[in-house]
T-cell receptor, first 115, second 109 residues
Framework: AAGVIQSPRHLIKEKRETATLKCYPIPRHDTVYWYQQGPGQDPQFLISFYEKMQSDKGSIPDRFSAQQFSDYHSELNMSSLELGDSALYFC??????????????FGPGTRLTVT | DAKTTQPPSMDCAEGRAANLPCNHSTISGNEYVYWYRQIHSQGPQYIIHGLKNNETNEMASLIITEDRKSSTLILPHATLRDTAVYYCIVSAPNTPLVFGKGTRLSVIA
């Protein structure tokens, strides 16, 4: 079965640079979530989209922005990168809105290292 | 903040059932109980979820108490590949997941 695709899988950037992470949800899934997992920490919600509109916002820094496109893929744009942005970034997709089928399926993640 | 309480770690012998408890005494009427697991920095994996009835799928069973204040995830025959951090999450449908500390399950040969 098709899974969530994230690219790139690994990314190395320097401080103050920008980065773009991409997420391709499971076909027919209309909802995308972004999570950040720092070293030794648990995943933390950043932002989500439903039908190309922002639906929820978590602890996402103002330096980050995201959007969902007409084909439902999503991109997380990160600017003025800081050392503390080094983390795993997971994208998850779900098929809303029925609660019986709203479970989130996660991608393999993008490991961002800021030097 | 996470609305659940889980033991930080548990051990289970390979081939035996693993019973992972979770307390969620402040759960609201429209909130479901979700279980995910994360195997060493891989993306979290959905296991099962339920509202008030017990649920079973090919991976596990979910037992929810009648007052809905606690639940137990049961892996019927644990294998070494089930070693992971298991997260119990209480959430309304179609909302972001709030991960707590989870339970680190170690399956021992």
């Amino acid at each position: 079965a098709a899974g969530v695709i994230q690219s790139p899988r690994h990314l190395i950037k320097e401080k103050r640079e920008t980065a773009t992470l991409k997420c391709y949800p499971i076909p027919r899934h209309d909802t995308v979530y972004w999570y950040q997992q720092g070293p030794g920490q648990d995943p933390q919600f950043l932002i989500s989209f439903y039908e190309k509109m922002q639906s929820d916002k978590g602890s996402i820094p103002d330096r980050f922005s995201a959007q969902q496109f007409s084909d439902y893929h999503s991109e997380l744009n990160m600017s003025s990168l800081e050392l503390g942005d080094s983390a795993l970034y997971f994208c998850a997709s779900s098929l809303g809105p029925e609660p019986e089928v709203d479970e989130q399926y996660f991608g393999p993640g993008t490991r961002l290292t800021v030097t | 903040d996470a609305k659940t309480t889980q033991p930080p770690s548990m051990d289970c012998a390979e081939g035996r059932a693993a019973n992972l408890p979770c307390n969620h005494s402040t759960i609201s009427g429209n909130e479901y109980v979700y279980w995910y697991r994360q195997i060493h920095s891989q993306g979290p994996q959905y296991i099962i979820h339920g509202l008030k009835n017990n649920e079973t799928n090919e991976m596990a069973s979910l037992i929810i108490t009648e007052d809905r204040k606690s639940s137990t995830l049961i892996l019927p025959h644990a294998t070494l590949r089930d070693t992971a951090v298991y997260y119990c999450i209480v959430s309304a449908p179609n909302t972001p997941l709030v991960f707590g500390k989870g339970t680190r399950l170690s399956v021992i040969a």
